[in-house]
């Protein structure tokens, strides 16, 4: 069965903090895909980033950056220099040979 | 930029009645899905759709669900008699399904329906 464990629940932090959101998996595929998607207060779900089980390359995109260890299922996020405009509920997912898994979200709050 | 789009954004309704969500998948794409999220919880999977059939589902996708796509753009998800629990976020997504001949799995997901049962 795939799972996915989003263990922080909400998170606040002060701007121009740096913030990690943790994301642990489980699956028994030997090809799957994880996910980041951003949910801000007006509901949406923005796409983030995508990797793949057979690339564990970290990637940085501008303030965010993520680390992929597959030896830990572990696939987090870390957005460097935290603005206001970052509050949003933060989901990681999972998908192998089954739909998208999704976590159950890490809130962030950003304040000024 | 491409996007899914979602009709209408928020819908209120009386237990038993039936809706209709309405999306438009992006263009090109060749896979359809939808999902919901109750309020304060996660995204849970219902349905998804290649080639004019439903190709996955889950427990929560019984009889009063159904899709459609009854044109070349739209793609719609009834809910035959509502029940209170069905309150919830409704998103749509797609997804290319190919590109390169790899298999792409990013699902773009529409702004959601919110679905108010009362």
């Known amino acids: 069965a795939q799972k996915v464990t989003q263990a922080q629940t909400e998170i606040s932090v002060v701007e121009k903090e740096d913030v990690t959101l943790d994301c642990v998996y489980e699956t028994r595929d030997t090809t799957y895909y994880l996910f980041w998607y951003k949910q801000p207060p007006s509901g949406e779900l923005v796409f983030l980033i995508r990797?793949?089980?057979?690339?564990?390359q970290n990637e940085i995109s501008g303030r965010y950056s993520w680390n992929f260890q597959k030896s830990t299922s572990s696939f987090n996020f870390t957005i460097t220099a935290s603005q206001v405009v970052d509050s949003a509920v933060y989901f990681c997912a999972l998908r192998g040979n089954t739909p998208l898994v999704f976590g159950k979200g890490t809130r962030l709050s950003v304040i000024a | 930029e491409p996007e899914v789009t979602q009709t209408p954004s928020h819908q209120v309704t009386q237990m038993g009645q039936e809706v209709i969500l309405r999306c438009v998948p992006i263009?090109?794409?060749?896979?359809f899905y939808w999902y919901r999220q109750i309020l304060g919880q996660k995204v849970e999977f219902l349905v998804s759709f290649y080639n004019n059939e439903i190709s996955e589902k889950s427990e929560i996708f019984d009889d009063q669900f159904s899709v459609e796509r009854p044109d070349g753009s739209n793609f719609t998800l009834k809910i035959r008699s509502t029940k209170l629990e069905d309150s919830a976020m409704y998103f749509c997504?797609?997804?290319?399904?190919?590109?390169?001949?790899?298999?792409?799995?990013?699902?773009?997901f529409g702004q959601g329906t919110r679905l108010t049962v009362v």
């Open positions: 997504a797609s997804s290319p399904g190919t590109a390169a001949g790899q298999r792409v799995t990013e699902a773009f």
């Open positions: 263009s090109n794409h060749l896979y």
């Open positions: 990797r793949n089980s057979f690339d564990e």
